[in-house]
């Protein structure tokens, strides 16, 4: 969906503040502002093989994500603009480019406090950068409804093993303005063992969310619609539920985390689920995943305990590191008037094997394969069944 031209584009937003920034930088003394560039470039393909029942995957290569990044200090305070460029092969214009972190924070002795458009504290799998995440694509789960980037501010406090973190944000990004409501929520872990090469990490995530009418005045409908097979299976989505009749809806969502780490071994895995109503009916979805993964050459996935999350890794050897990895995923929804069964109840399940080359810390080759079922229960039909092999080229500084 195009923006609004008469309100400011992200491009616009963005350009403000930098221009902003150079003329204090220029009047400023050495060390009141400092400036850093940033960036990464996500190049992925993606070959399918599709069966008949539902509408074909095309295989596809796609720019995924290129960002540019500036951040430092300002004044005691410390600031970040990001932008994903990657739309500007489809659409050369300053439409086309998508603003991510767009923020000022300011560390206290207690925490940090962040102001402007970030990435909410929601789910160990979305807390993870896309520069480490061990497969191409979240699990189903956090790429459907974890917040993403949006509007607000945030504390985060952290210890020696634990982080607690919460914020009360918009349900408008800078590009998603139309979505209109309000919301607030947390996440809290915490890492009995955090050693290098031994590590095990608990966590919960809770976020309530109040939709402003989705499919009235401009507003676009409240839809979950997973891509099973990766970013360039749209023709495989899947509608798990759908609220668009102007009713405001509130919903309220809820993930348990866990991961260790024992060596060259790791495992990750979550369960998580979201309840939805209007007034007029309800949905729900709930979702679980499992993964295990093995450094063939013997390094370990390395703990961020300020973040309670994973980060980046270092190969140990100048021929890099080389990860096996194995998840199971899967998601349901099932939609219901009040008062009546429901009347919609599908799910997807996907497998996923990956093998991922660290070449370098900041370089990364990354090749997955995973299989996909979508299945309507109410009428015990498989509605579709893709497989699909994808990969990633990954360069970041």
């Known amino acids: 969906m195009r923006k609004d031209r008469s309100r400011p584009s992200s491009t616009t937003l963005s350009t403000l503040l930098l221009l902003t920034l150079a003329t204090t930088v220029a009047n400023a003394d050495e060390g009141d502002v400092t400036a850093t560039l940033g960036g990464r470039l996500h190049w992925d393909f993606g070959q399918f093989e599709n069966d008949r029942r539902g509408a074909p995957n095309v295989d596809d290569t796609e720019i995924r994500r290129l960002a540019l990044e500036v951040s430092g200090k ?6 970040t603009v990001e932008g994903n460029f990657a739309d500007l092969q489809d659409d050369f214009s300053v439409e086309a480019i998508e603003a991510w972190d767009v923020l000022v924070s300011k560390k206290f002795s207690a925490g940090k406090l962040t102001v402007g458009q970030f990435k909410q504290h929601f ?4 807390r993870i950068s896309s520069n480490y995440g061990v497969f191409l694509e979240r699990s189903l789960f956090a790429q459907t409804l974890a917040p993403l980037y ?13 982080t607690i973190g919460g914020s009360v944000y918009s349900l408008e990004s800078i590009d998603e303005w139309q979505i209109k409501g309000r919301a607030f929520g947390g996440r809290g872990t915490w890492a009995p063992m955090h050693e290098a090469g031994r590590v095990l990490h608990l966590g ?3 976020a309530r969310e109040y939709y402003d009418h989705p499919g009235r005045d401009g507003a676009p409908a409240l839809r979950i619609r ?3 097979a990766g970013h360039l299976s749209d023709a495989s989505r899947l509608t798990l539920v759908s609220f668009g009749s102007g009713r405001d809806t509130d919903v309220d969502k809820t993930s348990i985390e866990f991961a260790a780490v024992r060596g060259p071994f790791h495992v990750q895995s979550e369960i998580g689920d979201a309840r939805f109503d209007d007034g007029g009916q309800s949905g729900r979805v709930d979702s679980a995943y499992a993964a295990v993964g093995w450094f063939i050459t013997g390094e370990s996935l390395p ?3 300020g973040g309670g999350r994973f980060g980046r890794v270092k190969p140990n050897r100048s021929s890099g590191a080389w990860q096996l990895a194995l998840r199971y995923d ?3 929804g099932r939609q219901n008037l009040y008062g009546v069964r429901d009347f919609s109840d599908t799910s997807i399940a996907a497998t996923t094997a990956a093998v991922n080359w660290h070449l370098r810390s900041n370089l990364r080759f990354l090749l997955d394969w995973t299989s996909s079922r979508n299945y309507d229960h109410l009428r015990a039909l498989t509605l579709d069944r893709t497989q699909a092999l994808t990969g990633r080229f990954q360069y970041d500084f």
Do not use: H, K, V
């Open 74 to 79: 300002l004044y005691g305070l410390e600031y």
């Open 226 to 228: 997973p891509r099973p």
């Open 123 to 126: 789910t160990l799998d979305d």
């Open 150 to 162: 949006r509007l607000g501010a945030g504390w985060l406090s952290a210890g020696d093993a634990y």
């Open 330 to 332: 899967t998601i349901r």
């Open 303 to 305: 703990y961020d305990r």
């Open 204 to 206: 919960l995530s809770a």
